[in-house]
């Protein structure tokens, strides 16, 4: 599993949780979970600039 927060500050930011079965992200009550293939779509369309 990896974890990463995405500010400096502690708990006033989403994280994104990646294990071997999902991607979640967000904080507290307020989350979305993606599967390894909805990760990988979205992670491919951030890098090539889409989004």
Same mark, same amino acid.
């Given at each position: 599993? =990896?974890? &990463? %927060?995405? #500010?400096? /500050?502690? /708990? #006033? #930011?989403?994280?994104? $949780?990646? !294990? +071997?079965?999902? &991607? %979640? $992200? /967000? +904080? =507290? !009550?307020? &989350?979305? &979970?993606?599967t390894k %293939? +909805?990760? +990988?779509?979205?992670? /491919?369309?951030?890098?090539?600039?889409e989004l």
């Amino acid at each position: 599993m =990896k974890k &990463v %927060t995405l #500010c400096p /500050g502690k /708990g #006033c #930011c989403p994280e994104v $949780i990646i !294990d +071997e079965k999902q &991607v %979640t $992200i /967000g +904080e =507290k !009550d307020n &989350v979305c &979970v993606l599967t390894k %293939t +909805e990760w +990988e779509i979205l992670r /491919g369309k951030v890098l090539s600039g889409e989004l």
